[in-house]
């Protein structure tokens, strides 16, 4: 168990729709990374927080959006899903976002149909 | 950019065999090199990793990879595999500049024979 909390573990909606995953990281850790695993394009990085702030950014979608709240958890929002939006998406911290080990959370695995 | 080549899609190695995978990286200047392991509904956990030094690094789980330059490699071994290493295994390079975001391999599905 890395410490770190996703919900939902699974989640199967429609093209068009609108969801928010959530990540609870490791408790003491600041930062907050998203990642999207899918067979097509392998493990991406999506977008990084550092206590609150958007730190870096990388193949996020502009349909894709996140946060990190004050209590330090973050949600991922994906909205007028595609079918190409089903994957893994996995939720990872560390302690102050540089060189530290990153830990990952178990995912949350979304079928869009 | 940075890009990391995993040539192996599958191994396969009986129990109790050496285990050696590889991986190959392109980055102008040195990277930092990551090894990870996913085990079956589980998330992402790291090996090990390599920032600078001792170009032999050791993981957890009696893994360990050595960074070779001027073959711009990190490969995995262990001497010894347990059937409980069954997993997909990620080579990961990332850059510096103030953010060490992986850029993560396709990856490599290790097989287990009793």
């Known amino acids: 168990d890395s410490g770190v909390t996703q919900t939902p573990k699974h989640l199967i909606t429609a093209t068009g729709q609108r969801v928010t995953l959530r990540c609870s990281p490791r408790?003491?850790?600041?930062?907050v990374y998203w990642y999207q695993q899918s067979l097509d394009q392998g493990l991406q990085f999506l977008i990084q927080y550092y206590n609150g702030e958007e730190r870096a950014k990388g193949n996020i979608l502009e349909r894709f959006s996140a946060q990190q709240f004050p209590d330090l958890h973050s949600e991922l929002n994906l909205s007028s899903l595609e079918l190409g939006d089903s994957a893994l998406y996995f939720c990872?911290?560390?302690?102050?976002?540089?060189?530290?080990?990153?830990?990952f959370g178990p995912g949350t695995r979304l079928l869009v149909l | 950019a940075q890009s990391v080549t995993q040539p192996d899609i599958h191994i396969t190695v009986s129990e109790g065999a050496s285990l050696e995978l590889r991986c190959n990286y392109s980055y102008g200047a040195t990277p930092y090199l990551f090894w990870y392991v996913q085990s079956p509904g589980q998330g992402l956990q790291l090996l090990l990793k390599y920032f600078s030094g001792d170009t032999l690094v050791q993981g957890i789980k009696g893994f360990e990879a050595e960074f070779k330059r001027s073959q711009s490699s990190f490969n995995l071994r262990k001497p010894s595999v347990h059937w409980s290493d069954a997993a997909e295994y990620f080579c990961?390079?990332?850059?510096?500049?103030?953010?060490?975001?992986?850029?993560f391999g396709r990856g490599t599905s290790l097989i287990v024979h009793p």
């Open positions: 408790s003491g850790d600041l930062s």
């Open positions: 990872a911290s560390s302690a102050f976002g540089g060189t530290e080990t990153q830990y």
């Open positions: 990961a390079v990332g850059v510096g500049g103030g953010s060490y975001i992986p850029t």
